[in-house]
């Protein structure tokens, strides 16, 4: 069995946190995921003004393909402090099997020398076009939390 392991990272604007969502989904149900996001997931930047819009109506969308995620979470640490070890303990459940790692590019360091035996990606280098949308969950957990401080019906 593959893992696709996603990782992304928050931060509030002028404060001292950070926020880092992580997200494991099994790599044969890829495509599905793929399908049943496509349409709606969108970068949270691109948004505009339709942010808030947007973030109303996420949770009802996402936790209709919950059932395909095997990990949905996120945490907050102080900002300038090393990633959360929750983090690397949910990471480590999942390397019996061959994993892939994806990760904010701004996090590349910490997991290459974390995994050095395991493929850890950039996110900035994807260049497979159903990996960028599903990397878009770990995005928009991220800034869902940091936005609204709970995920109680998608966490997993």
Not at 12 to 27: A, C, D, G, H, L
Not at 66 to 90: A, C, Q, T, W
Request: with cysteine.
């Amino acid at each position: 069995m593959t893992w696709i392991v996603l990782i992304d990272r928050s931060e509030k604007p002028r404060e001292q946190t950070s926020f880092i969502s992580i997200v494991v989904i099994n790599s044969s149900f890829k495509t599905d995921i793929y399908s049943q996001i496509k349409d709606w997931i969108t970068h949270t930047k691109k948004l505009g003004r339709k942010k808030a819009q947007y973030l109303n109506t996420f949770e009802d969308k996402y936790s209709k393909v919950l059932h395909l995620i095997e990990v949905s979470r996120v945490f907050s640490y102080r900002k300038g402090r090393n990633v959360p070890d929750i983090v690397f303990e949910i990471i480590n459940k999942y390397l019996h099997d061959y994993t892939v790692i994806i990760v904010d590019d701004k996090l590349l360091k910490t997991f290459r020398r974390k995994y050095p035996k395991q493929r850890v990606i950039p996110e900035g280098k994807l260049t497979d076009k159903q990996l960028k949308k599903i990397m878009l969950i770990a995005d928009n957990i991220c800034n869902y939390f940091r936005v609204k401080g709970t995920l109680d019906k998608i966490w997993k």
